[in-house]
């Protein structure tokens, strides 16, 4: 299997960009119809963003209201998941 291309984060240049494009590739991922690989590379993008959204906070360059939404977001999802899974 060949090694893939790391993921270039560079244009996300705030926290908000950062969280907004982590939830379009979970809408993306909970298609049914998505390749394995399509999946794979979502997966492989969330991770490279994550890390820089930790970047972000370890160098307290997030706002304290960016921190505040996104824990709220995170919250949200959770209890979407969990509900999806009690159906």
Do not use: C, H, W
Request: proline share 1%.
């Amino acid at each position: 299997m060949a090694r893939r291309n790391r993921v270039d984060t560079s244009t996300y240049k705030t926290f908000g960009d950062i969280s907004a494009r982590l939830d379009e590739i979970v809408t993306e991922v909970r298609r049914r119809d998505i390749p394995l690989e399509s999946s794979l590379d979502l997966f492989e993008e969330a991770i490279a963003l994550g890390q820089k959204a930790v970047d972000f906070v370890d160098t307290d360059a997030v706002t304290g209201e960016e921190a505040l939404r996104a824990e709220q977001e995170s919250v949200r999802s959770a209890e979407d998941e969990a509900a999806k899974g009690g159906a």
